[in-house]
């Protein structure tokens, strides 16, 4: 049975319950605005942002291996989305859903690739500054859009 359960799971206190609780409401009542927010910022209907934020969650409470990672949109995601669809068709179109709907599946395949391939080494080797300037352009670029 052990090896059906998700790795922090194995170890799981019934007195840390209540607290985890609490937490998954202050997730959830956070989650619902981004949920409806960032579709809209990379050009989709924000119902979208609803269906795309539920499998996830439930997928990573399944497979995830830490306690503390919260699984859900990102405003960063959506500004390379829209950056890359803009192109390719019309923001609010069903062509230009239908591709984002490819790009999120392409970026899945990957990362579980990536994963297979033990590749999440590479991301110590970007450093604090890169990062750091790179949520800020973000940041940036939100409050203009």
Do not use: N
């Amino acid at each position: 049975m052990g090896r059906l359960l998700p790795a922090w799971l194995t170890g799981y206190r019934r007195d840390q319950l209540a607290g985890d609780l609490s937490a998954g409401l202050v997730v959830a009542v956070m989650l619902l605005p981004q949920s409806l927010a960032y579709p809209m910022l990379e050009g989709l209907s924000p119902q979208m942002g609803l269906y795309a934020s539920v499998l996830p969650t439930i997928t990573y409470a399944a497979f995830g291996t830490s306690m503390t990672l919260a699984v859900g949109p990102v405003a960063v995601a959506s500004l390379m989305t829209a950056s890359a669809l803009t192109p390719l068709a019309l923001p609010g179109s069903p062509e230009y859903a239908t591709s984002a709907m490819v790009l999120a599946l392409l970026s899945g395949v990957m990362l579980v690739v990536f994963g297979l391939m033990r590749l999440g080494f590479l991301a110590h080797v970007l450093s604090h500054p890169v990062i750091s300037g790179f949520i800020s352009g973000a940041a940036v670029l939100i409050a203009i859009g």
